[in-house]
């Protein structure tokens, strides 16, 4: 059986990279829990030998090691805090070869654009261009504002002014 894949070479590049950061942050993260394992084990166990034997030189260095793993253990817990807040940070990304493409997909024969403007801050997009008509124009608005990746459409009362070629400007606000 064979399969077809229809994305852009860019994009199943972009999806590659994608999971080769998905996959090495799950590693790292394996990596500092066997770590984290280990210190406690070693911890308890240099705990256990400093409680059943007496002051010797061997218990110095026992505390020392004690000193050592605790050192180790901040140290894993706070690489433990920066990858959550890259996994995070990967997280709330938007992908904008993405939206472009849902845009795409939803206009309508008869729509030429001529700018679009992505905020990441905001999750908007800005789109401005013109329709062959005003039914095209009100087509492409319906279409907007029931597509489920747009939470909310702002769209001036002035684009349906024209009754052909009207020009038009939409601020699409992304659902989360």
């Given at each position: 059986?064979?399969?077809?894949?229809?994305?852009?070479?860019?994009?199943?590049?972009?999806?590659?990279?994608?999971?080769?950061?998905?996959?090495i942050s799950r590693l790292i993260r394996r990596i500092i829990i066997a770590f984290a394992v280990l210190t406690l084990v070693g911890v308890t166990a240099a705990v256990f030998f400093v409680v059943t034997s007496g002051a010797t030189?061997?218990?110095?260095?026992?505390?020392?090691?004690?000193?050592?793993?605790?050192?180790?253990?901040?140290?894993i817990n706070?690489?433990?805090?920066?990858?959550?807040?890259?996994?995070?940070?990967?997280?709330?990304?938007?992908?904008?070869?993405?939206?472009?493409g849902k845009l795409l997909g939803s206009l309508p024969p008869g729509?030429?654009?001529q700018q679009i403007t992505?905020?990441?801050?905001?999750?908007r997009l800005l789109i401005i261009g013109q329709a062959s008509s005003r039914d095209v124009l009100v087509t492409l608005d319906q279409q907007l504002r029931s597509a489920a990746w747009i939470s909310h459409v702002d769209a001036p009362a002035d684009n349906l002014l024209e009754r052909t070629?009207?020009?038009f400007?939409?601020?699409?606000?992304?659902?989360p």
């Open positions: 059986m064979h399969e077809l894949n229809l994305l852009p070479p860019v994009r199943r590049q972009q999806l590659q990279q994608e999971s080769a950061l998905v996959n030189p061997q218990t110095v260095a026992l505390k020392e090691s004690l000193s050592q793993y605790q050192q180790l253990r901040r140290d706070s690489q433990n805090a920066r990858l959550t807040a890259i996994t995070q940070l990967t997280r709330q990304r938007i992908t904008w070869s993405d939206v472009i729509v030429t654009l992505a905020d990441s801050t905001n999750s070629n009207p020009s400007t939409f601020t699409l606000t992304l659902a």
